[in-house]
């Protein structure tokens, strides 16, 4: 017979990702030697029982959370959730949320659990919903499991408190928590990258207007960071190409394209967010340098090809995104 007819017992789905760290919460202190505070992140599939999933992947009941517990000193919970609230709203607007479509939301009825409880907020195009959670929890979880589990969930804390100038000893660790969907923010970065603008070109009589559309990502988080484009699909500039592709393979996610005019193949990769477009032409040929055109401002510059993996990989760096943190 079918599963659901069988006597096994019933399976459940886990709503979070949070069990798995809370059960391994001593063994991944011991063995990574952690100390207080620190915390424990973790990216993975979550269910829910919605009723009616809608408005594209923003509600959906099977999506993909990434959680982070993040384990303080009994007493300084507060200081702690006021750090994560700033700090990951700083991520979300160094990806390229604008701070004007960001919000907090303060939880007005708390879980039985919560200490606080705030959500950030993004401004879609069907309004202002939640993106990430960001919760004080107290010690409710880890005392939970070490009551169930009769396996202590305490952790020894040798630093000396100045008001006893004795060690804080023994604790079960409070938890300020934040809570991302994944598929949210990748709704909410395609919202914001996805953008029209309006080109002139020519002069007098013979000026035209246009729309442009693309996809302006983060340079860090766009899937392709640079196309190569012979002029030509000949005289050894095809070759040439393939040279850099190979050169610079390794370090980037890269396509060469070679069909349809030039316009066309920019358009394209406009439209899949590509920050730089390498042209490989007749000087290149003379001389080892390519004409790079910025995705954003269309501005184009010459460069020797030596200096391609330094210049790309400054602009698509995740240095660039931790720096604003």
């Known amino acids: 017979g079918s599963a659901v007819d069988s006597d096994a017992p019933p399976v459940y789905l886990r709503p979070e990702t949070a069990q798995g760290i809370f059960v391994n919460f001593l063994n991944v202190q011991k063995s990574a030697r952690m100390k207080i505070p620190f915390g424990i992140a973790q990216i993975g599939k979550a269910f829910r029982n919605e009723i009616v999933a809608r408005q594209f992947i923003f509600r959906m009941r099977e999506f993909e959370q990434m959680e982070m517990q993040f384990f303080v000193r009994p007493g300084t919970e507060g200081q ?8 990951r709203r700083r991520f979300h607007e160094a990806l390229g949320l604008p701070p004007s479509k960001l919000r907090f939301h303060d939880h007005d009825k708390l879980a039985h659990y919560a200490k606080a409880a705030v959500d950030i907020e993004y401004e879609f195009p069907f309004g202002f919903k939640e993106m990430e959670g960001i919760h004080s929890r107290g010690d409710f979880d880890l005392t939970q499991h070490q009551n169930l589990s009769r396996k202590k969930q305490q952790y020894f804390d040798n630093d000396i408190d100045e008001t006893t100038g004795k060690p804080y000893g ?9 809570s991302v969907g994944a598929d949210r923010l990748f709704l909410a970065t395609l919202c914001e990258a996805f953008q029209e603008e309006t080109i002139t070109e020519g002069e007098g009589e013979e000026q035209t207007t246009k729309t ?13 960071k640079a196309a190569i484009f ?6 050894g500039m095809p070759e040439k190409a393939q040279q850099i592709f190979d050169d610079l393979r390794f370090d980037f996610r890269l396509v060469i394209e ?14 899949i967010g590509t920050p730089f477009c390498i042209v490989v032409d007749g ?9 790079v055109r910025d995705r954003d401002t269309r501005a184009q510059v010459r460069m020797p090809i030596s200096a391609l993996r330094a210049y790309i990989g400054e602009a698509v760096s995740f240095k660039t995104v931790f720096a604003k943190l």
């Open 283 to 291: 000087q290149t040929l003379e001389d080892d340098t390519v004409t």
């Open 212 to 224: 442009r559309t693309l996809l302006k990502l983060h340079p860090a988080v766009a899937p392709i």
């Open 170 to 178: 023994n604790y079960v660790p409070y938890v300020v928590e934040t």
């Open 230 to 235: 012979p002029l030509v699909r000949k005289d």
């Open 80 to 87: 702690w959730y006021d750090t994560w609230k700033a700090t």
């Open 258 to 271: 070679d069909k349809d005019a030039i316009g066309k193949r920019y358009t394209r990769q406009d439209l």
